[in-house]
Structure formats: C-alpha cells, structure tokens
C-alpha cells in the first residue's frame, strides 16, 4: 500500500471535483457529499477493489455501488484516477450530452455499476448482486456500496440489512459515510439514531469504526475478510478540504462565487506545500 500515493490522489479528485463543479455552473454541485467520501473512494478504487479498466465487464470483478448517489463527483474523479475517465469528460458534468450525470447512471464501459439517487435503495441492490454471485459462485467477487448516515433513516436500508445477515453474505461490505449532516441539518437532531454501531451489530453484522479521511484505516477496513456482511462506519467530515464548507449544512448543495472558488482552489494546492 502506498498511502502518500494515495493521499495524492486525494488531492487531485479535490481539484477535479472544483472543475466539475464550475462546469455544472448554475445548476449547482453536491459539494459537502462529494468532499467527505474522496478518501472513501481513493482508498476503494486504487487498492481495494478489483477493478481493471480494460475488463470493466469481468465477472469475476468487485461491484461497487454509491447508494448516496449526490457524491458521485468523488466516483467520477476516482475514475479518472485509474485511466477510465480522462479531464476533458469532467468539463463535460452535467452538461448536455454528457455522461457524466448529477447521480449515476448505468454505464457498464465506465464502470458504473447502477443507476441511483432515491436514497435508501442501494443496498438492498447490493445485497441482491452478492447473493446472486454466492449462487453463481462467484466467490472472489465482493458488492462494496457506499450511503450516508442520514440515509440510515430509510426503513429499507434495515430490511436489506436483515437479509444480507439472513443469507450469510460475507461478500458484502457497507460503508456509511458518517458526516453527521444531511440535507435539512445534523443527523442527530434530524433523526437520531444513537449507537449506530450497536444497531448494525443487532442486525447480525460485523462492525467497525473508522477515521473515513485517514486512507490507511480506510484500506484496511475494506480489505479485511469477514465471516459476516460488514459494515465500516467512516467518521468523516462534510465538505472536507474547504474550510468554509466544513460542517455546514448549506453546503450540501450550491454554487460557489468567484471568490469562494479561488479560496477554495488556494486551499487544496496549499496542502501539496
């Protein structure tokens, strides 16, 4: 594992993330969801999963589904990290004839696995893929998703969680994007939902807290084989990287003006000095 590489990375999916953002324009970027999950999807895309971007329709490739589709800027700079997507497509986000939409959608050949948007659906998507590759015995394949905290609100997201314990499917990993905001303000005071950790380990699943910005502990939790379905609760902070948006909630979705876009701009490239 190489982590100053990947910190790199990090860097650069920031600043591709600031030119997909001026390339949506008026039409608004998701920049809290986005910033917290770059060392999520760093870590997932360039040492954890099995993923080659020349056998994208390999079966026996990992699956990887972003059920918080709003941050999937962090998966199409990720993209770009590995040769999939090139610079010239991100000045493409959003705009017409793009590919490169606001939330996934389905495109084999770039990798994206499934379309998605309306919280809450992800996993059960993920648990229907692994129990599919369990029959299929597919068993090198692992289902990777990614929600946020604020989407464990969805009473679907426990239903999926009972059948993923029910099948055994130790194949599936989920990582909750623990940011601790969503869209109308903290998770706490919108929905509490207490020890989260204890709830998932009632549900029959393996669980593990981790420092969602630190890639070490990011690697190695994803990594790390489990005789259960697992869940990684990466404790992460909205808007990370850009010092005005970290921790508050009206950044989950906006448009910057020319002075907060140079401030935000001089930030990441001051973390390369």
């Not at 650069?12 to 324009?25: F, H, P, S, T, V």
């Not at 394949?141 to 993923?164: H, I, K, Q």
């Not at 204890?198 to 990594?223: L, M, N, P, R």
Request: hydrophobic residues 40%; glycine residues 8%; proline residues 2%.
């Amino acid at each position: 594992m190489n982590i100053n590489l990947i910190n790199n990375a990090c860097r650069e999916m920031r600043k591709d993330c600031l030119i997909m953002a001026k390339a949506a324009g008026k039409q608004g970027f998701h920049f809290g969801a986005s910033f917290s999950m770059i060392e999520i999807a760093a870590s997932l895309y360039l040492q954890v999963m099995n993923i080659n971007k020349n056998m994208l329709h390999d079966e026996n490739r990992d699956r990887f589904i972003l059920s918080k589709g709003h941050g999937v800027p962090a998966v199409y700079a990720a993209l770009k990290q590995i040769g999939v997507l090139t610079e010239q497509d991100l000045y493409t986000f959003k705009k017409d004839e793009t590919m490169l939409y606001g939330h996934p959608c389905k495109n084999q050949d770039l990798g994206i696995e499934f379309s998605s948007g309306s919280l809450g659906q992800g996993l059960s998507f993920a648990v229907g893929i692994a129990l599919a590759l369990k029959r299929k015995e597919k068993n090198v394949s692992r289902v990777f998703v990614v929600l946020g905290d604020g989407e464990c609100n969805e009473g679907a997201v426990w239903e999926a969680a009972m059948t993923a314990s029910k099948y055994h499917l130790d194949n599936l990993i989920a990582i909750i994007d623990y940011n601790h905001l969503q869209y109308d303000g903290e998770t706490q005071n919108i929905m509490p939902m207490g020890q989260i950790e204890e709830k998932w380990k009632s549900f029959g699943w393996e669980t593990q807290t981790i420092d969602g910005h630190k890639v070490e502990q990011c690697c190695e939790a994803f990594s790390a084989k489990s005789s259960h379905p697992k869940v990684v609760i990466a404790d992460t902070v909205k808007g990370k990287g850009i010092s005005f948006m970290e921790h508050i909630p009206s950044w989950h979705f906006g448009i910057m003006t020319e002075k907060e876009e140079k401030i935000a701009w001089e930030e990441i490239e001051g973390d390369e000095n």
